[in-house]
């Protein structure tokens, strides 16, 4: 039963163009969110994160929308490049259990030149 | 900086072994979790320690798999007997509380 649900296996965009990775989960536990960008051959790396209280947050040419009541978020990068490519992975905090993050199976995001 | 460091890389084995994943966290982080990920079910959390204690095993599939921590600066996650279903890549990542997880670049298990 997984809590948190990545549907679209694989994206492929133009270069230049906005990638939407979503991301739904189930439990309403969660209040903490996160993006996790991996290559091939490597470990995973933190990307973006938003906490419950905020609808949205920005870093750069990323952007992670929480929207609460859905129980879903996204990550919007734009624009997208090349080396965007990889393998992002959402994942969530439990409020009771801050130390026991639990990712979705990835969507593997291919940024096309 | 070092990073979590996981040996080995790269593992294959026949079925029925024992197979030994190591792991060296982050000096300083007092949480280690080991992670497996596959295609089908991406990545899993398996457990993971506080301060070198378990403290949530329940992703760990089945008696065959056992990990320890036996000090600060090492775990193991075992399989024993190993099956053809086992293989995957396994991640050992590290953190302080509240922050961010650092992995390892995994151990890729292949049992034949």
């Known amino acids: 039963d997984q809590q948190v649900k990545q549907n679209s296996p694989s994206l492929s965009v133009q270069e230049g163009r906005i990638s939407i990775l979503n991301c739904d989960y189930t439990?309403?536990?969660?209040?903490?969110f996160l993006w996790y960008k991996k290559y091939p051959a490597e470990g995973p790396t933190f990307l973006i994160s938003?906490?419950?209280?905020?609808d949205k947050n920005e870093d750069g040419r990323f952007t992670v929308f929480l929207n609460k009541s859905a129980k879903h978020l996204s990550l919007h990068i734009v624009p997208s490049q090349p080396g965007d490519s990889a393998v992002y992975f959402c994942?969530?905090?439990?409020?009771?259990?801050?130390?026991?993050?639990?990712f979705g199976p990835g969507t593997s995001l291919s940024v096309i030149p | 900086d070092a990073g979590v460091i996981q040996s080995p890389r790269h593992e294959v084995t026949e079925m029925g072994q024992e197979v030994t994943l190591r792991c060296k966290p982050i000096s300083g982080h007092d949480y280690l979790f080991w992670y497996r990920q596959t295609m089908m079910r991406g990545l899993e959390l398996l457990i993971y320690?506080?301060?070198?204690?378990?403290?949530?095993d329940s992703g760990m599939p089945e008696d065959r798999f056992s990990a320890k921590m036996p000090n600060a600066s090492f775990s193991t996650l075992k399989i024993q007997p190993s099956e053809p279903r086992d293989s995957a890549v396994y991640f050992c990542?590290?953190?302080?509380?509240?922050?961010?997880?650092?992995f390892g670049e995994g151990s890729w298990l292949t049992v034949v």
């Open positions: 994942a969530a905090n439990h409020k009771t259990s801050y130390d026991k993050v639990i």
């Open positions: 990542a590290s953190s302080t509380l509240l922050n961010t997880i650092y």
């Open positions: 938003i906490s419950s209280i905020k």
């Open positions: 439990n309403s536990m969660f209040d903490y």
């Open positions: 320690f506080n301060n070198n204690v378990p403290i949530d």
